[in-house]
């Protein structure tokens, strides 16, 4: 295995830092709900995709966003779903 090691570099501009972080986050995700959702049974990966916006909507209350944030936060959570369960299910994508 590779060895990782963290590096701080606060000279970055900070909304570069942060569009990087996002960057890496997707990436991240997507690995994550791939493996996570990679089933042989479709309606199992669908119940966790449930649940994880369930979650979603929980912290947003947890968070007390505002309903135009959580809406965000809703819609971006489907979207990254979307997309991991049709390359997972590429015959059942719509």
């Known amino acids: 295995m ?7 570099d606060p000279s970055h501009d900070p909304l570069a830092a942060l569009e990087a972080r996002m960057v890496v986050l997707e990436i991240v995700t ?4 791939a493996m996570a959702l990679d089933t042989s ?10 649940l994880i916006l369930e979650t979603v909507d929980q912290r947003c ?14 819609n971006y959570a ?14 059942q994508a719509h």
């Open 2 to 8: 590779t060895t990782i090691s963290a590096v701080y």
């Open 30 to 33: 997507m690995s994550a709900l």
């Open 41 to 50: 049974d479709p309606v199992q990966a669908s119940s966790l995709a449930d």
């Open 61 to 74: 209350g947890e968070l007390r966003l505002s309903q135009e944030s959580r809406n965000t936060a809703a």
């Open 78 to 91: 489907r979207a990254l779903l979307a997309t991991a369960l049709a390359s997972l299910y590429p015959a």
